[in-house]
C-alpha cells in the first residue's frame, strides 16, 4: 500500500479547518470584538507543577530522584554492555562507540531484586552517575521501558546538548494490561497506521493491543468462521511481529454472536479459526459477544463456549495470555440485575478469563462506585473498554479533548484498561498518550500537564497551532 505521511495530513486538515472556519465568520460578520480581549495564554499548563528540570517522561515515573547537580557527558557515544544480547536492535536512536560511556542492560528476578525492583512486569530501574547508565529490568519487558525511558531522556528539551542529569529512576506500571482496543465502527485502520500505533503504545509503555474492528469481515459475521485471505493473513503476521518488537502482546478478537449456533460444528469452526491465527503468531485471544441480538445473547451458553475455549486452547497452549470476553451486557445502564446474566457470567466462567466492562453507560468514566458494581457480579475484577475518544456516535467530531474523569483510586480493582479510539488514528494519539500516562501511575495523573506533553510529542513543530486546534 501507499504510504501516508499522517502527521502532515492532521496538519493539513488542521490549516483547512481554521481557514474554512475564518471565511464562515467573516462571511456571515460574526463579531469577535468581544472575545478580543480575553487572555488566550493556550501554552499554559494548569494543574500541579511537578519539577522534572526541563526532562519529559511519559508516563509519569512512580520514583525519579535527581543526585545534585552533576551531568554525565554522552555526546562521544556508549560502549554498550547488553548482558541478555536482546536490545541492540532498540537502541537506534544512540551512537555505539568503544570508547564512549558505559551503558550496561540486564533483566531478570535475581538482578532486579538487587535494584529493589518491583516484582511485576515492565519495572524498572534506570540509574546515571559517573560509572555510567544502568537498565534493569524484572523482566525483558521491563528492560525494553527502560530503554523507552532513556530515549525520552535523551529527546527531552533539557538534555539535548548531550549532558544527561545524575539521577535514579524505579518504575513500575500500576495496571497489568494497558492499551487499546481498536473496535470502533467505520473505516478500519490501514496496515500502514497500525504498525505506526503499534510502535507507539511501545514508546510509551502500553503492552496490550485488541484487534476488533467492527468492519473486518473475518472477525465477525459473515466470515468469522473463514480462514483470512492470503494477503490479509500475511498483513496480521507482520503487526503479530512489530508488537513483539514493541513487547505488546496482540491480541486477536473473534465476534461470532449475531449467527453463532451452539454446537459442536461452530465451536470446532471457531477454535480452527484461533488456531490459524495462532500459526500466525498471535498470543492473545477475545471474544466479543457485544451489540448482538438473539440466539447468540445467552449467558450460560456464551460462559460454556470460553471455558471450552479456555480449556482445549489457551491452557493447552501454555504460551497463551489469559482470554478476554467482551459480554452482550457491557454497561450497567443494559444490565438487567435481576435476569442474572453477570451473576451467570460470574458463577459459570473460569476464574482466569478476564470480562469486559465500559462503565454505568456505554460511554462513560470509569469509580471506585462502578467497580463496586460489577465486580461482585462478575465474581473478578473488570477489564475496562473505555469509549474514548472512539467517535463513531458523533460522526462529525474529532475528539482531542484530555483525558479525565477516571478514578485514581482504582488500580486495584480493575484487571485491565484499554482505550477504544477513533477512526483517525493519528488525531486518536493524543488520547491513546494521556492514557497511558494515566494507566501506569494513576496518582501522579494530571490532565492538564499529560494532554499539552501529549500536544509537544505529537507535534512538535507546531505546538501552538495543534493546541488552539484542539
Request: aromatic letters at 12%; glycine letters at 8%.
Amino acid at each position: 500500500m501507499k504510504m501516508v505521511n499522517h502527521k502532515n495530513t492532521l496538519y493539513a486538515g488542521i490549516a483547512c479547518i481554521l481557514m474554512c472556519g475564518n471565511l464562515s465568520a467573516q462571511e456571515t460578520n460574526f463579531d469577535l470584538s468581544s472575545q478580543r480581549s480575553e487572555k488566550q495564554d493556550v501554552l499554559a499548563v494548569p494543574g500541579e507543577k511537578v519539577d522534572h528540570r526541563g526532562i519529559i517522561i511519559n508516563p509519569t515515573p512512580q520514583k525519579l530522584v535527581f543526585n545534585g547537580n552533576s551531568k554525565l557527558n554522552i555526546s562521544q557515544g556508549f560502549i554498550l554492555k547488553d548482558k541478555q544480547k536482546k536490545f541492540t536492535k532498540d537502541l537506534e536512536f544512540v551512537t555505539l562507540n568503544k570508547k564512549g560511556i558505559k551503558l550496561s542492560i540486564d533483566f531478570g528476578k535475581k538482578v532486579a531484586a538487587a535494584q529493589n525492583v518491583k516484582e511485576v512486569s515492565g519495572a524498572y530501574a534506570l540509574t546515571i552517575s559517573s560509572k555510567g547508565i544502568s537498565i534493569i529490568g524484572y523482566d525483558e519487558r521491563g528492560a525494553f521501558y527502560g530503554i523507552q525511558t532513556l530515549r525520552q531522556l535523551a529527546e527531552s528539551p533539557a538534555t539535548v546538548n548531550g549532558q544527561l542529569p545524575y539521577l535514579e529512576i524505579n518504575d513500575y506500571p500500576d495496571l497489568p494490561n494497558r492499551g487499546v482496543v481498536e473496535g470502533f465502527y467505520g473505516t478500519p485502520w490501514s496496515h500502514e497506521v497500525r504498525m505506526s500505533l503499534i510502535d507507539f503504545y511501545g514508546k510509551f509503555k502500553m503492552n496490550t493491543y485488541l484487534y476488533g474492528p467492527k468492519d473486518d469481515p473475518y472477525h465477525r459475521t459473515p466470515n468469522w468462521r473463514k480462514p483470512y485471505p492470503a494477503r490479509e493473513g500475511e498483513e496480521l503476521k507482520v503487526l503479530v511481529n512489530r508488537a513483539k518488537e514493541n513487547n505488546v502482546i496482540f491480541y486477536w478478537a473473534i465476534h461470532p454472536g449475531q449467527d453463532i449456533r451452539w454446537n459442536e460444528e461452530d465451536r470446532s469452526l471457531l477454535l480452527q479459526k484461533f488456531e490459524s491465527m495462532y500459526q500466525l503468531g498471535v498470543r492473545g485471544f477475545a471474544v466479543f459477544f457485544d451489540d448482538i441480538s438473539g440466539e447468540g445473547t445467552k449467558a450460560d451458553k456464551q460462559a460454556e463456549l470460553l471455558n471450552y475455549i479456555d480449556d482445549h486452547f489457551v491452557k493447552v497452549k501454555r504460551d497463551v495470555a489469559p482470554l478476554i470476553l467482551c459480554p452482550t451486557e457491557y454497561n450497567k445502564s443494559w444490565t438487567d440485575v435481576e435476569g442474572g446474566y453477570l451473576t451467570t457470567l460470574g458463577d459459570k466462567l473460569n476464574e482466569g478469563i478476564k470480562v469486559m466492562w465500559t462503565g454505568d453507560m456505554v460511554v462513560a468514566t470509569i469509580d471506585k462506585s462502578t467497580l463496586d458494581f460489577v465486580n461482585p457480579l462478575l465474581k473478578r475484577k473488570a477489564y475496562i473498554w473505555w469509549n474514548f475518544p472512539v467517535s463513531d456516535y458523533v460522526r462529525d467530531h474529532v475528539l482531542l479533548g484530555e483525558v479525565y474523569g477516571n478514578g485514581k483510586d482504582i488500580a486495584g480493582s480493575i484487571s485491565g484498561f484499554v482505550a477504544n479510539p477513533m477512526e483517525w488514528a493519528e488525531a486518536s494519539k493524543l488520547a491513546i498518550y494521556c492514557v497511558a500516562d494515566y494507566t501506569w501511575n494513576m496518582q501522579s495523573y494530571d490532565r492538564f500537564r499529560s494532554w499539552h506533553r501529549a500536544i509537544r510529542a505529537i507535534m512538535p513543530e507546531n505546538v501552538e497551532a495543534f493546541t488552539v486546534f484542539a
